[in-house]
């Protein structure tokens, strides 16, 4: 009976062991609201190939904050949340289609904490293969390159004015 017992405890921890996530990358960010951060990943083997992860959050209430990110020119918007497990996101870097779940290399963003109008974010990278070069472009160590300066993407229209200019002027 101990042996048996035994012989469960010790195979259960060594599962235990084998199913937590290795991370090859962890990095702490913390931005201001519209501070952009970015991670900057190439995949070895394709030096021409650099690809980068920017995200920036925009709105923060006791316990929720929307974050945006833009990975391959793909928009995204979360809502992360403080509570219940909801603090955290994926993404998929490199997807491996053999063995999808356990050889892919993929990014983890936490939401981590808000103080006095600061957001805490760590970004694990997990990579088992080691198939990423990775780096991290944080905007307090220093600045980005040409960050945009505001969300503002379609320009304003001026109900004021016409909207239709004629086609030809007909004298």
């Known amino acids: 009976m ?17 199913s937590l996530p290795v991370f090859q990358y962890t990095y702490k960010f913390t931005l201001k609201k519209d501070e952009r951060a970015s991670v900057e990943i190439q995949e070895l083997g394709y030096d021409d190939k650099v690809q980068n992860f920017d995200f920036y959050w925009t709105l923060f209430d006791n316990t929720n904050i929307i974050v945006h990110s833009k990975f391959r020119k793909f928009p995204r918007q979360f809502t992360m949340s403080l509570r219940r497990n909801l603090n955290w996101v994926t993404q998929t870097l490199i997807p491996d289609y053999t063995n999808p779940h356990i ?31 990775v780096k991290f472009l944080d905007p307090r160590k220093f600045p980005l390159k040409n960050p945009p300066q505001n969300n503002q993407i379609v320009p304003m229209i001026n109900f004021n004015e016409s909207q239709v200019k004629p086609l030809t002027n007909q004298k």
């Open 103 to 133: 050889d892919r290399a993929r990014l983890i963003l936490e939401f981590n904490s808000y103080n006095k109008g600061e957001a805490t974010f760590i970004v694990y990278i997990e990579d088992k293969d080691l198939r990423l070069a």
């Open 2 to 18: 101990y042996f048996l017992i035994s012989f469960l405890l010790v195979f259960g921890i060594q599962d235990l062991k084998a």
